[in-house]
């Protein structure tokens, strides 16, 4: 399959990152938004992160030109028909995103392939709602984007074979990241595994066993992590790790995926990490620890 346009729905934290990867790579990319001001937003994001860049010496302002004038801003999508992937990066609820696929089926081109940035729902159930399931298809980025080179490639129960290879092959010789073959599971391996990890760092908090800095710097000089689980918490969005340990824990009813209390009472109090400023610890507008 030769890619050369590429949608991406949703210009939150991971459709932003995915769009400016994708762009970066040569790509052009439909970035579909609801609304103008959400738009706008991912838009001048995506400039700020590339200006973080430029501040570094990582990129020349002409590159930096280039890759926004790959990344194509619009608010429906039917223009969409002209991509040969579709990546669907919406908030974590069920409905929501049922509601997009079954547009998104709608929408595509007879040959579009059609993927969910996913980190804990069923691909099998977001795929039945469409008249092509076999074209259906888990592409888990982690956030960073742009420095994370792993892919994990999901296969729900009736994605084809084609599918796959064709989504590999995109994965490994267009973006050049690493895939790894997931067979359907709730939080698949990397959600699974990290979540974990940082809700028995809430226990161990919550127990008065050792401070937020001190857990993770633990971790970070005991074990070689580039960040701790707190930090990392901040960094993923406190409110999405809620998410996903509630929908594991929906899946699998083991006591292990509920999430920590002081993790729900900082979600309602808007603590949610790097995109508020603040979560357990405070934030700058670059997102750099204060």
């Known amino acids: 399959m030769a890619v050369r346009k590429v949608g991406v729905v949703g210009a939150g934290t991971m459709g932003r990152g995915i769009a ?3 762009a970066f790579k040569g790509l052009d990319v439909l970035l579909v938004e609801k609304t103008e001001s959400n738009l706008e937003l991912g838009l001048a994001t995506i400039a700020q992160s590339l200006d973080k860049q430029i501040d570094k010496w990582a990129l020349t302002q002409a590159e930096k030109k280039l890759v926004l004038n790959r990344i194509h801003p619009t608010h429906t999508l039917d223009e969409l028909a002209e ?3 579709i990546i669907e990066t919406i908030t974590e609820e069920l ?30 159930e977001l795929a039945s709602v469409t008249e092509h399931p076999q074209r259906v298809i888990g592409l888990h980025f982690i956030h960073p984007v742009s420095h994370i080179d792993l892919v994990e490639i999901v296969r729900g129960l009736k994605t084809s074979e084609s599918t796959f290879d064709a989504t590999k092959h995109f994965v490994e010789k267009i973006i050049h990241k690493k ?13 699974r595994l990290i979540c974990l990890h940082i809700n028995e760092a ?33 960094r993923f969005g406190l409110d999405a790790v809620q998410a996903a340990l509630e929908n594991m824990f929906h899946e699998y009813g083991e006591l292990k995926y509920r999430p920590s209390i002081v993790l729900k009472k900082m979600v309602r109090a808007g603590q949610l990490g790097v995109k508020t400023g603040a979560g357990f610890f405070n934030y700058d507008k670059d997102g750099d620890r204060i």
């Open 179 to 191: 895939g790894i073959m997931v067979f359907e599971s709730p939080g698949f391996v990397t959600t």
């Open 20 to 22: 400016e990867m994708l």
């Open 95 to 124: 409905e929501a995103k049922l509601a997009v696929m079954r547009e998104l089926d709608r929408a595509a081109g007879a040959e579009t392939i059609i993927a969910s940035n996913t980190s804990t729902l069923s691909l099998t």
């Open 83 to 85: 991509c040969e992937l």
């Open 202 to 234: 809430l226990k161990v908090l919550e127990e008065g066993v050792a401070s937020e800095e001190d857990i993770d710097s633990a971790m970070r000089m005991g074990y070689s992590f580039k960040y701790g689980p707190f930090e990392m918490c901040d």
